[in-house]
């Protein structure tokens, strides 16, 4: 600094706040060393003490490993391997052990006996096809499994499945056993009960299964907003009548649309015919009452009974 140059009030009070924080970092040193030294005069139980009590910082490095994901167990399923071995184990023979299908039967049940079927004995089944599942224990289950014939005769197996704990794995435990097929319950009663006539609900049924299952135009016009269904492609019929319209609801069967965001649920019975013949259908609709139209909420098929949705 030039001995002419004047000096501001902001120079001359910075070296003497520098130096004040100096001054009272020299404080505390002397401080500590005095307690320090107070401390050993004092003795040794002293001087732990203070030792044990000065806190500590110490730097932890934040976990970045995930969290283990919580596993949910796996339901085993073990219809498609009885089912699979059932289908092969009535194609295999002990006459026959150097076969594709006895190899097969033999893996998937090791120390299983095979048949030995006549000469003249009946065709291997057309199809086979798993009817009911039961679990006997942890790990242990019978499958019954259907064997339809030929000559349309049918004969019910029940398979001894054994799955591990993942129920990634399964083996077959024992011989099939022939059992009697599943009973046949009756049916339950329609839900549907009310006659739908002639009207705007009707038409909009009609004219949505014509537009589905012959591709005869858009079907976006008869859904709700929000509502997405694709159309049958390739168009499957060439016509499409609808015999019977039965709902839950009355309000399905008044002449004029009710209020806004009135449902109903209707089950249409559907006649269609195309190059393969007539077939008899049947469809399931829940719409609802949108500006003086009805509109298709949800479409299934016409298989539920006592619990519609």
């Known amino acids: 600094m030039s001995p002419g140059k004047p000096v501001s009030r902001d120079e001359a009070v910075a070296p003497m706040a520098a130096g004040a924080r100096l001054e009272a970092m020299r404080r505390r040193v002397r401080v500590s060393r005095l307690a320090v030294w107070t401390v050993i005069a004092t003795g040794p139980i002293a001087l732990a003490i203070t030792l044990t009590s000065t806190p500590t910082t110490v730097e932890t490095a934040s976990s970045t490993t995930p969290p283990a994901p919580r596993t949910t167990p796996v339901t085993a399923d073990p ?4 089912q699979l071995f059932l289908h092969t184990w ?73 799955t591990d704990r993942t129920g990634a ?4 435990t024992g011989a099939p056993g022939v059992v009697a097929g599943p009973a046949r319950m009756e049916v339950p009663a329609s839900p549907y009960r009310v006659n739908v006539p ?76 195309g190059e393969d013949g007539r077939w008899p259908l049947a469809y399931e609709f829940t719409l609802a009452a949108r500006s003086g139209r009805w509109e298709i909420t949800a479409f299934g098929t016409g298989t539920s009974r006592s619990h519609p949705w």
């Not at 219809?79 to 009885?82: D, I, T």
């Not at 794995?169 to 077959?172: D, E």
């Open 198 to 273: 002639e009207g705007d609900l009707s038409a909009a049924v009609r004219e949505f299964l014509a537009t589905y299952l012959t591709d005869a135009g858009e079907v976006d016009r008869y859904l709700a907003p929000g509502v997405k269904l694709l159309p049958v492609t390739p168009a499957p019929y060439r016509a499409v009548t609808v015999r019977q319209i039965s709902a839950i609801e009355e309000t399905a069967a008044t002449a004029t649309v009710p209020a806004d965001g009135t449902k109903a649920r209707v089950l249409a019975q559907v006649e269609a015919r």
């Open 169 to 172: 794995s399964f083996t077959v």
């Open 90 to 162: 009535l194609r295999s023979s002990t006459n026959d052990e150097a076969s594709a299908q006895t190899r097969h039967a033999q893996s998937m049940a090791p120390g299983v006996d095979l048949p030995e079927p006549a000469t003249d004995a009946q065709p291997a089944p057309q199809a086979v096809t798993t009817v009911r599942t039961a679990q006997r224990a942890q790990g242990v289950w019978s499958v019954t499994v259907a064997a339809q014939y030929a000559d349309a005769s049918v004969r019910y197996y029940a398979v001894p499945v054994a």
């Open 79 to 82: 219809a498609g391997y009885a």
